[in-house]
């Protein structure tokens, strides 16, 4: 089942997409990424845990974000890989509205020749997302309560 998304930057020239969707992101969504040339696929998946940090039950997460920012962020980071891993190529999709618990609310692949270069730049650039994009969560618990998280 495809990821329809609510905001999208497609390069048909390096073949990569960033995307801001309220709808579930599906494993495969980022399929098509990868190039004949790519040794190394390296996938992320961030899924709403149903406990927080403090241990309290979590029903779901509200991701907000400002989309044209956010986006700018997905691309900068991915420039950056390049810079500092090589010949990559990132994915990344971010959920946005509410994501329940279980759920994957961000998926990141990075494509690259050898399995090296695929998984720094995966894990960078989670790491950076998670730093830099303009999206906010609110955590919402079973008991009916909700608090703002810094770091979407």
């Known amino acids: 089942m495809a990821t329809s998304l609510h905001s999208c930057r497609r390069s048909a020239a390096d073949n990569v997409v960033?995307?801001?969707?309220?709808?579930?992101?599906?494993?495969?969504?980022?399929?098509?990424?990868?190039?004949?040339?790519?040794?190394?696929?390296?996938?992320?998946?961030?899924?709403?845990?149903?406990?927080?940090?403090?241990?309290?039950a979590v029903s779901s997460l509200w991701y907000e974000a400002?989309?044209?920012?956010?986006?700018?962020?997905?691309e900068a980071i991915a420039a950056e890989a390049r810079e500092r891993f090589g010949?990559?190529?990132?994915?990344?999709?971010?959920?946005?509205?509410?994501?329940?618990?279980?759920?994957?609310?961000v998926a990141v692949l990075a494509a690259a020749p050898h399995r090296g270069p695929a998984f720094d730049a995966c894990r960078y650039a989670i790491d950076e997302l998670k730093r830099r994009a303009a999206i906010w969560k609110q955590e919402r618990r079973s008991d009916g309560t909700a608090e703002w998280r810094a770091g979407a």
Request: aromatic share 6%.
């Open 18 to 56: 960033f995307s801001l969707t309220p709808e579930p992101i599906h494993p495969g969504a980022l399929d098509g990424v990868a190039g004949s040339g790519d040794g190394g696929i390296a996938v992320f998946y961030g899924i709403v845990r149903d406990r927080s940090h403090d241990g309290s």
């Open 66 to 74: 400002h989309e044209a920012m956010a986006i700018r962020e997905f």
């Open 87 to 105: 010949d990559v190529r990132l994915a990344i999709v971010h959920r946005v509205g509410e994501v329940r618990a279980g759920d994957i609310s």
